[in-house]
């Protein structure tokens, strides 16, 4: 089964809120994107809505639920008492739970499963009472997985930001992958689910796919924006789709 594609859409939204104005809209790229053939759709609103708006989760729920109905809508962010209402007011397919910091510029790290385990089960467990799918935000690491799993987690996302960084050094990338691959072999080991994502782009996502087969869902922003800008939206999801083995027609 070939590795479904979320589209990140924050930078999308951090480009528009440089300016008072509606566009780029996120709505209708995210739009653009799904029709490309993006499985879903990514958001990731912090507190302070430097990029993804509470209006604009609510706009992309309502437009998912209406046209794409066989598209699924993932929420990440750092489970606070604001980020939750949010999630359980838009219920969408699954959520991910990460470690940020308020003024955190981006996702670096994973979670200390050990270190968060009481922060985090009453909150994974509210979630799941809802039928959401739980993801929580994992290093690329086996450490921590079974308490993952403990949690009730269905899937751990592993954080891919070294591997991105390689910049396509060969060796460089080889060490990553080997991190990553045993990370996934443990989870997939304990009946976790697998999703990876940071620093993804369409040269380092088809050796990431192969090296790690098991993997369901890539979720991708900062690179695939930067190709929008370039190819547009649509075409880029289709490179990005090509890059994970999908038979996706040129052009």
């Known amino acids: 089964m070939t590795c479904k594609l979320s589209v990140n859409l924050n930078a999308v939204a951090l480009l528009r809120n440089r300016r008072n104005l509606p566009w780029p809209s996120v ?17 990731h609103p912090r507190p302070d809505e430097r990029h ?8 992309l729920t309502a437009m998912i639920r209406k046209e794409y109905v066989d598209k699924e809508f993932n929420i990440e962010g750092y489970p606070d008492d604001r980020w939750m209402e949010i999630v359980e007011q838009a219920r969408p397919d699954q959520a991910t739970l990460v470690p940020d910091d308020p003024d955190q510029e981006t996702s670096d790290h994973g979670w200390d499963f ?11 467990a509210r979630l799941k009472k809802l039928g959401i799918r739980v993801s929580l935000f994992a290093n690329p690491s086996p450490e921590g997985l079974d308490i993952a799993r403990k949690l009730g987690a269905d899937r751990v996302e592993l954080y891919t930001g070294p591997y991105g960084e390689c910049l396509g050094e060969e060796r460089c990338m080889h060490r990553e992958l080997q ?73």
Request: aromatic residues 2%.
């Open 27 to 43: 709505l209708d790229l995210g739009r653009l994107a799904l029709g490309a053939g993006a499985a879903g759709l990514t958001v």
């Open 52 to 59: 993804t708006r509470r209006t604009d989760v609510e706009e």
């Open 114 to 124: 050990a270190a968060s385990a009481g922060f985090l089960q009453p909150r994974v």
């Open 179 to 251: 991190r990553l691959i045993a990370a996934a072999q443990t989870a997939q080991a304990l009946g976790l689910g697998l999703n990876a994502g940071h620093d993804l782009t369409v040269s380092n996502l088809t050796p990431l796919v192969m090296s790690l087969p098991m993997l369901d869902e890539v979720s991708i922003g900062h690179g695939l924006t930067a190709d929008a800008l370039k190819f547009g939206m649509a075409e880029t999801v289709r490179r990005f789709r090509r890059a994970l083995g999908d038979p996706v027609p040129q052009g």
